[in-house]
């Protein structure tokens, strides 16, 4: 009997004995030492995502999880636990990684070409296990495609619908670089002279497979008693779904007992004692390697039985990788930001462009202004490297280099006023600009994201909720000044009638002085 790859096995087929992969999978965690008996993987479906809705979008309206068809499994809890149990837990043997953890996959072996990143040397541990049957039911378990913009499966017209344009050079950026290693992988598998066109496509979009899984389903764990942070493939865990917040499990390192007795044991043989130490025994080769620790799924509080466990993929991160690279928007994000500059110099020009004299006189030259944001940026790379371009997020949350360069024009501009209040002006001003230059506005995009099931693709839908949660963060910032606004005129009509009574009070009493000299002066 020929056994087909999970390449070669169409995707109606997988679905119809999905059962039996998820089975077989569970029965390859067992045999591996994976502790899972309180915990459950089936479907989870658009109700269960539905139920964490966000109450600070757009318009306050019902937010649900427009996208929950990509959530596909999830792990869900068979009992309660306590805040600080263990739900679950995965031996290091179980695992694909690339350094730093004992008897791990894939720990030690070559990247696969000079300048590998480290998701492209986890990509190619992956790649090499497909086909080895010791690894059948795990790779089998993973999904057949990542219908994602960086997988490598959307087109031009689909991407464009993105609309943000650093989202659209993000996916474009990413696709050309994964291009080019792929490139380098088909000549690395099937030689410089193949000249077999099939068997070069399917080495292709095996090896973008695997990068893509590597992006959506890769954790970043420490070891316990520290040592380098290294990306890992952790079967079970990589199947939890994420949630921005409220994450309901967080995933761990932890040391087996029978490890740590080792170790404890070869310490003692190292002194003039007679205590023996434990000594390991051989596997065969087919069998999984011993356990050097674990990967462990600790409950962040208490989990009621039959409740989804959900994971936080990165802390405090915007929506473009969850949408770009793991195909999904996941509801309403409190982290989520917008790009408003390419960078400072970029906003410096425009700045210098924006505001002029009544006479059309430029008020802040624009080299000086060119030079300040090169300055900036300078500090930037040295101090921050890690800051990104200025962004905005919900709540007028701005980037704080971009505030204090318009902060510096602004007292050049008009000292006697607020630096701070005309930088927020601002940055409203290119929330309006960013706004009028979409294809579509938010009322379109909502009539769009709520029409008939069917009606438009899922991917149309999964980049036009991507859009419209992006332009909900620079109408926030408007509505956010217009609250602000509304409230400064309330205080001023209220201070104008205070101080109109207040004077009339005041008047009466300087009458009554202006009388009482009188009298006195007769």
């Known amino acids: 009997m020929v056994r087909l790859s999970r390449h070669d096995a169409p995707r109606a087929s997988r679905s119809l004995s999905m059962s039996g992969v998820v089975d077989a999978f569970a029965a390859w965690l067992t045999s591996h030492g994976a502790s899972f008996d309180a915990v459950e993987l089936r479907d989870a479906t658009a109700d269960d995502a539905a139920r964490r809705s966000a109450a600070n979008d757009a318009d306050d309206d019902d937010d649900v999880c427009h996208d929950g068809w990509q959530r596909g499994r999830g792990v869900f809890a068979r009992a309660d636990f306590k805040k600080g149990d263990v739900v679950a837990s995965v031996p290091y043997a179980a695992c694909i990684g690339t350094a730093g953890l004992r008897s791990v996959v894939g720990s030690g072996k070559p990247p696969p070409f000079d300048g590998a990143t480290p998701a492209e040397c986890l990509a190619w541990q992956l790649f090499q296990i497909v086909g080895d049957e010791r690894w059948a039911p795990y790779v089998d378990a993973l999904p057949a495609t990542i219908d994602a913009p960086c997988s490598g499966c959307w087109d031009h017209g689909e991407i ?39 068997k070069k ?33 952790v079967p079970l865990v990589d199947m939890l779904n994420h949630a921005h917040e409220d994450a309901s499990v967080a995933w761990s390192s932890a040391i087996d007992d029978d490890d740590v007795d080792a170790d404890e044991s070869k310490s003692k043989s190292k002194t003039k004692t007679k205590t023996k130490t434990k000594t ?54 409190p982290h989520d930001s917008v790009q408003i500059f390419v960078n400072l110099p970029h906003a410096a020009g425009w700045y210098a462009d924006t505001f002029k004299s009544e006479g059309g006189e430029d008020l802040v030259d624009r080299a000086v202004a060119m030079h300040v ?150």
């Open 160 to 198: 464009a619908e993105l609309q943000i344009g650093d989202a659209i050079a993000s996916v474009a950026v990413a696709l050309g670089k994964d291009l080019k290693s792929a490139r380098r992988v088909v000549v690395i598998v099937e030689g410089d002279d193949c000249d077999d066109d099939e």
């Open 280 to 333: 390991k025994t051989k596997t065969d080769a087919t069998e999984p390697p011993p356990a050097g620790g674990r990967v462990t799924l600790v409950a962040r509080r208490d989990i009621a039985a039959g409740e989804e466990l959900l994971i936080t993929y990165s802390e405090k991160s915007p929506t473009d990788p969850f949408t770009l690279r793991m195909g999904f928007v996941g509801g309403h994000n």
């Open 373 to 522: 944001a090169e300055q900036i940026e300078a500090s930037i790379r040295t101090f921050a490297p890690e800051e990104s371009a200025p962004r905005l997020g919900y709540g007028g949350q701005c980037s704080e280099y971009l505030v204090t360069m318009f902060e510096r024009f602004n007292k050049e501009v008009a000292p006697e006023e607020d630096p701070h209040a005309l930088a927020a002006h601002a940055v409203r001003l290119r929330c309006e600009e960013l706004l009028l230059s979409y294809p579509t506005n938010l009322a379109e995009d909502m009539e769009l994201l709520d029409a008939p099931e069917g009606s438009s693709s899922r991917r149309f839908k999964l980049a036009v909720e991507f859009r419209l949660r992006k332009k909900a963060i620079l109408q926030h910032m408007l509505m956010a000044a217009e609250d602000v606004a509304e409230e400064e005129a309330a205080l001023a009509a209220a201070a104008k009638a205070e101080n109109g009574a207040g004077g009339g009070k005041g008047r009466g009493r300087e009458k009554e002085k202006e009388k009482k000299k009188g009298e006195g002066e007769r």
């Open 201 to 233: 496509k399917k080495t292709h979009e095996r090896w973008l497979w695997a990068l893509s899984c590597v992006r959506s389903r890769a954790i970043g764990l420490t070891p316990e008693g520290g040592g380098a942070k290294q990306v890992m493939l």
